[in-house]
């Protein structure tokens, strides 16, 4: 599957972004999908995660109450809404998966196979 990242833009603090993961050569009713993020000389970090079913999601405690995962397999689309945005949450974002990942928990990098080339976030204080 290849994954791409889309929606990534400068944006004022206290405001809200869409981004979007389309995935193409397989559809997302096959995968659950994980959302990253990597900050300016920082580790990949985890988001959060949406199941297969699109009814399960798991998010970090730095975004839980601000961040939403959605999906339309229609479109084999997963968004990640972002609102009340922070100077902090400036980075490049991204969407991933790997076969066996269910999203049964909160997502970590090193499990994923497949990524996408992300997305840059920038949150102007």
């Known amino acids: 599957v290849r994954l791409v990242e889309s929606g990534g833009k400068l944006v004022q603090t206290g405001g809200s972004l869409r981004l979007s993961c389309e995935a193409f050569g397989d559809t997302f009713d096959d995968y659950a999908i994980g959302w990253f993020r990597q900050a300016p000389g920082k580790e990949r970090e985890g988001v959060g995660c949406?199941?297969?079913?699109?009814?399960?999601?798991y998010y970090y405690d730095s975004v839980k109450g601000r961040f939403t995962i959605s999906t339309n397999n229609a479109k084999n689309t997963v968004y990640l809404q972002m609102n009340n945005l922070k100077p902090e949450d400036t980075a490049v974002y991204y969407c991933?998966?790997?076969?066996?990942?269910?999203?049964?928990?909160?997502?970590?990098?090193?499990?994923?196979?497949?990524w996408g080339k992300g997305t840059l976030v920038t949150v102007s204080s």
């Open positions: 991933a998966t790997e076969g066996a990942f269910t999203c049964s928990g909160l997502p970590a990098p090193y499990a994923m196979a497949y």
């Open positions: 949406i199941s297969l079913s699109g009814e399960t999601t």
